[in-house]
Structure formats: C-alpha cells, structure tokens
T-cell receptor, first 115, second 115 residues
Framework: GAVVSQHPSRVICKSGTSVKIECRSL??????MFWYRQFPKQSLMLMAT?????????EQGVEKDKFLINHASLTLSTLTVTSAHPEDSSFYIC???????????FGDGTRLSIL | AQTVTQSQPEMSVQEAETVTLSCTYD???????LFWYKQPPSRQMILVIR??????QNATENRFSVNFQKAAKSFSLKISDSQLGDAAMYFC????????????FGQGTELSVKP
C-alpha cells in the first residue's frame, strides 16, 4: 500500500530556532500534500495545502511567514516552522494523496516541543 | 463552508458488544466523500472506512459499518464485536470533490473498551 514517511518523529529545541519537517511519499507521486496541526485531545486542523511546483494554499488564520511550505517534487513537501516559540509546540502531521477518489495517506506525525 | 460535528466526546463499550459513534455534517455540495479514521495512542491515523456520497449502499469493512443518511447529513459508525484493540480516538471526516480534496475533521470521539 501507499506509504508516507514523515521525519523527524520528535523534535525538542530552543525558542527562536527554525525547524524543518519532511513529508515524503515513498511509492507514489503526490501532486498535493496537506499539513495538519493537532493539540492534545483535539482534532486535526488543516494548516495548508501544498501543491507541487506552486505556492501553498494556507487556511485562514495560519501565518504563512511563520509556517513555510515547500513542495519541490512530486514526492517531497517540507514544513519549516520559523523562529519557533513555545506556543508552536504541537503535533504536526502530513498527508498525501494521488487524487480522484483515493483516500489520503498519513505520515506518522512530528511531535514538536519548543523550550 | 463545510463542518463536521461529533457530539460524543467519549464513549464506552463492553468487549464483544456493539457501539455506534455519531457524526453529522453540513454541506451544500452533492458529491463528496466521508471517512472514519482511528487514532490510537501512537497517534497514527488509520483509515477505518469510507463512503462515497453518490452511493446509496452503506459501506462495510469486516466489523465496521456505517449508516449513511444523505438527506439527514448523518454518517454514523457501528463497531460490532468490539475488541480491546478498538480503543482509540475516532474521527469523522469530510472530503470535498474540489479544493484539492482537503479533509475536514470532526472533534473526535474517544472510545474505551472494557474487558
């Protein structure tokens, strides 16, 4: 089956650091990838839609200068949290799809902790 | 805009019994997809079952089945012969045909299974 690899699984870093999270589709090409954020005991909130070769589409209220998304190839999207602060601590999860009526496939998520 | 509502924050079921998780949604679209995802403590997102809105027949996957009522905009999940491994957070999700297929999640229902 389709596999999405997300890396790293856990990051702990100091306030002010920029953190990059990678999302790779291992055995299929994904023209569209999605980035979600999840707080403890809460639902997944869509942050942005990442489109290969074009700018990402951000959801209302998500700072595009804070959360930089790059989708340089059909198998890789990256989310960079710039100048991270403690309030950016959360669980970030990506998904990728092949389009049409096929379901999305999720990565295993990244737990980000900013000290 | 589409919304998904899960009105049961927590549910409990005895092992081997049946439990139904509720989900309602709001949309003006006629074509869309509905999903149930399971998220265990590992926080992996696992697809349980999906339903295409144009199909009248309710989807089934082994012990999991749905009751899809399009006119009522209701999409409940029934788990039969509950097992200890079914304990998890369950999310109902709506996916548009357009807008790149992004998922809109409900608030989630935490299911516990008693031995």
């Amino acid at each position: 089956g389709a596999v999405v690899s997300q890396h790293p699984s856990r990051v702990i870093c100091k306030s002010g650091t920029s953190v990059k999270i990678e999302c790779r589709s291992l055995d299929f090409q994904a023209t569209t990838m999605f980035w979600y954020r999840q707080f403890p005991k809460q639902s997944l909130m869509l942050m942005a839609t990442s489109n290969e070769g074009s700018k990402a589409t951000y959801e209302q209220g998500v700072e595009k200068d804070k959360f930089l998304i790059n989708h340089a190839s059909l198998t890789l999207s990256t989310l960079t949290v710039t100048s991270a602060h403690p309030e950016d601590s959360s669980f970030y999860i990506c998904s990728a799809g092949t389009g049409g009526n096929q379901p999305q496939h999720f990565g295993d998520g990244t737990r980000l902790s900013i000290l | 805009a589409q919304t998904v509502t899960q009105s049961q924050p927590e549910m409990s079921v005895q092992e081997a019994e049946t439990v139904t998780l509720s989900c309602t949604y709001d949309t003006s679209e006629s074509d869309y997809y509905l999903f149930w995802y399971k998220q265990p403590p590992s926080r992996q997102m696992i697809l349980v079952i999906r339903q295409e809105a144009y199909k009248q027949q309710n989807a089934t996957e082994n012990r999991f089945s749905v009751n899809f009522q399009k006119a009522a905009k209701s999409f409940s999940l029934k788990i039969s012969d509950s097992q200890l491994g079914d304990a998890a957070m369950y999310f109902c999700a709506y996916r548009t045909y357009n807008q790149g297929g992004k998922l809109i999640f409900g608030q989630g229902t935490e299911l516990s299974v008693k031995p």
